[in-house]
């Protein structure tokens, strides 16, 4: 769950592990917040982008990122089913998304924190997502 330079690099690394080991799925969906790019002379969507070149153009220009990880811009979609999360985005945001991937991860769904940062809500917005 997030899609900067950040949440590029560890996608890239679950991404490549996904792929090699058996007993995981394939696909990573990173969610990302949809905005538009610059691309050759073109306005696009970074979504598109991402999936089209595999890279993440303006968060991690020049690393490939693997063509099993996908950029999904429906938060809910993203994370429909999942098992493992790991979260990798700004502590502020989270108030707001919890709920949302609440209702659409599996109920044993566990987090995984790469957050930098903690807001003074952080530990009562995880605690009920974790409930």
Known sequence: VGSGNWGSAIATKVGLNCARLPYFEDQVNM??????????GESRKLTEVINSQ?????YL???KLPENVIAVPDLAEACRGATLLIFVLPHQFLPRL????????HPSCRGVSLI???GKH???????FCE
């Open 116 to 118: 930098k940062g903690l």
């Open 61 to 63: 220009p020049g690393i």
């Open 122 to 128: 952080f530990a009562f917005h995880m605690g009920n």
């Open 54 to 58: 595999h890279e993440n153009v303006k």
């Open 98 to 105: 919890l709920p949302t991937i609440r209702e659409a991860c």
């Open 31 to 40: 969610w990302v917040y949809e905005e538009m790019v610059e691309v050759d």
